[in-house]
Structure formats: structure tokens, C-alpha cells
């Protein structure tokens, strides 16, 4: 069993920065793959961002969002730069025992997200 926490989120003008962090419960943090999805009002759960050996983006945050993660604080980041009003959503923290996916289904743990909210 993986608890996530998701923390970070807040309001930011656009082209701001915010760093998301996600603390996680357990002994085996290193065997997961870690992910962000964000959820805009209406839309459906999208995948944003993935690493575990290796790290994986969704192209509309390529070159402006960082995903990063220590695992001896068990803890995985997502640094968010340049951002823009489309960004705004909840984030959530998700853990998947698969190698590295941006399938939703795939991920066996979440968080309860965090509000990031971009002003124009």
C-alpha cells in the first residue's frame, strides 16, 4: 500500500513558476513509477508527466515542466516554469508498478491532488 500527498499547488501569473512536491508512504518508493496527471473543470484526467529510470513528458509541457524525484525522501517533484492559463487544473500524484506509462489505468495509487490556478 502507497499513501501519496500531494503538495505546492497555489495561484500564479502566467509565466510563474510553481514546484509541486508528492511525499509517499512505504518501503518500496524506488520500485515505483511515478507520474502527474492534472484534471481541468469538465475534462478528463490527463497524463502530464512519468519517470522512473527514465522521464516522460506529454508534449504540451515539454520544455517547461521538470519531473524529478528522491527516493530517500521518497518524495517525486514536478518543477513547472513558464506556465500558462491552460495549465491550470488539480494535480494529482500517481504511483504505477508498470515500467514508465502515461496510461492512466496503469497506476495503481493517487493522491488527492493539489489546485494550481494560472492567471492571465
Known amino acids: 500500500q502507497v499513501q501519496l500527498v500531494e503538495s505546492g499547488g497555489g495561484l500564479v501569473q502566467a509565466g510563474g513558476s510553481l514546484r509541486l512536491s508528492c511525499a509517499a508512504s512505504?518501503?518500496?518508493?524506488?520500485?515505483?513509477?511515478m507520474g502527474w496527471f492534472r484534471q481541468a473543470p469538465g475534462k478528463e484526467r490527463e497524463f502530464v508527466a512519468a519517470?522512473?529510470?527514465?522521464?516522460y513528458y506529454a508534449d504540451s509541457v515539454k520544455g517547461r515542466f521538470t519531473i524529478s524525484r528522491d527516493n530517500a525522501v521518497n518524495t517525486v517533484y514536478l518543477q513547472m516554469n513558464s506556465l500558462k492559463p491552460e495549465d491550470t487544473a488539480v494535480y494529482y500524484c500517481?504511483?504505477?508498478?508498470?515500467?514508465?506509462?502515461?496510461?492512466?489505468?496503469?497506476?495503481?495509487?493517487w493522491g488527492q491532488g493539489t489546485q494550481v490556478t494560472v492567471s492571465s
Open positions: 519517470i522512473s529510470r527514465s522521464t
Open positions: 500517481a504511483a504505477s508498478r508498470a515500467a514508465i506509462t502515461t496510461l492512466r489505468l496503469n497506476y495503481d495509487y
Open positions: 512505504g518501503r518500496t518508493f524506488n520500485r515505483y513509477t
